[in-house]
């Protein structure tokens, strides 16, 4: 399975973004797509999951009621809809897969940057 990210860019605060994971290979053995990103100097944190059948999308506390996962099976990407960004929200931005809910996330994608300035 390869994912690729796409859709970062840079947004003044309170902007919009919307970042795009799109999956190929065998998607048969996805469990659940998960956005994570990873801000300069910090560790890589979760952002929001989601199953791969479009089940239980979960969210990080910094992102509930701003930012949106939602999937497109016939297009095998999954979107993360960003709203009022802020400069906080700067990082990279990376798309994983789990095979299982007992696996952790791998088969990282190359990352997408998203720059938010105040």
């Known amino acids: 399975v390869q994912l690729q990210a796409s859709g970062g860019g840079s947004v003044q605060a309170g902007g919009s973004l919307r970042l795009s994971c799109e999956v190929s290979?065998?998607?048969?053995?996805?469990?659940?797509i998960g956005w994570f990103r990873q801000a300069p100097g910090k560790a890589r944190e979760a952002v929001a999951t989601?199953?791969?059948?479009?089940?239980?999308?979960n969210y990080q506390d910094f992102v509930k009621g701003r930012f949106t996962i939602s999937i497109d099976n016939a297009k095998n990407t999954v979107y993360l809809q960003m709203n009022d960004l802020k400069p906080e929200d700067t990082a990279i931005y990376y798309c994983?897969?789990?095979?299982?809910?007992?696996?952790?996330?791998?088969?990282w994608g190359q990352g997408t940057q998203v720059t938010v300035s105040s």
């Open positions: 989601i199953a791969w059948n479009g089940r239980n999308p």
């Open positions: 290979g065998r998607t048969f053995t996805i469990y659940s």
């Open positions: 994983a897969r789990r095979g299982s809910r007992y696996s952790a996330y791998g088969n």
